[in-house]
């Protein structure tokens, strides 16, 4: 559907500028990157003039490479990488020896991966990986991955997780409030109990629980 920007109101484009930054940087984001591997070096490229570049490590190998929107994921025998499109640079987080990814979920603006140790997430926009470690008896029953947002629920805690800013934030489940229902979108996610609600939003990064 084509807009003709000439009939829209200056008062409508001057309200739009007040808008909070995280609106503007929730466009829909088409795939912007491709990641390659030559010569024992791994190529982030992207759609514009940049091109960025990392080296393996001797006995390094490539397991997974997936790209989406303006971000890249690789994971190696050590490490995971993260691409990121808006900064064109390489970000690695290493891996201890007794880490096994379970899942891993790359949308246009960061990257999901659950461990048997720890949950990790990559802010492409920000260029940085955050962990947080599954404790004693842990276990994960439910996990929501959408574009700018991210819940993993366990036995004992909801994690949530931003693109947009922060890192991972948990939140306590209340003893004796099963869960009923979940919802998302891609910027909030509900998680309805027995007794109340838990609300995570990409923009704020905090938990907002409603009686």
């Known amino acids: 559907m084509s807009v003709n920007w000439c009939i829209v ?23 912007q990157v491709t990641i390659t591997l030559a010569r024992g070096q791994l190529f982030g490229i992207t ?18 490479v997936e790209t989406k929107g303006v971000t890249g994921y690789v994971q190696t025998t050590t490490r995971f990488l993260g691409f990121s499109g808006r900064l064109q640079r390489w970000v690695e987080l290493n891996l201890s020896s007794a880490e096994e ?3 891993a979920t790359v949308t246009p603006r960061m990257i999901i991966v659950q461990g048997r140790q720890a949950a990790y997430g ?11 470690s599954w404790g004693a008896g842990e ?7 959408n574009d700018h947002v991210a819940v993993l629920i366990t036995n004992r805690r909801a994690l949530g997780f931003s693109a947009l ?19 998302a979108n891609a910027n ?24």
């Open 122 to 132: 990559f802010q492409s926009d920000l260029g940085r990986w955050k962990r947080d």
């Open 165 to 183: 800013t922060g890192g991972f934030f948990p939140q306590d489940l209340p003893s004796g409030n099963a869960i009923v229902q979940t919802e």
């Open 9 to 31: 109101p200056v008062m409508v484009l001057w309200g739009l500028a007040g808008w909070p930054l995280h609106v503007w940087s929730q466009e829909v984001v088409t795939d």
């Open 139 to 145: 276990l994960l029953v439910e996990s929501i991955v």
């Open 188 to 211: 909030v996610v509900v998680i309805h109990l027995s007794g109340l609600m838990l609300v995570f939003r990409s923009g704020l990064a905090i938990w907002t629980v409603l009686p």
């Open 101 to 103: 990814v379970v899942t």
């Open 47 to 64: 759609s514009g003039e940049g091109i960025a570049r990392t080296v393996l490590a001797s006995g390094e190998d490539v397991l997974v």
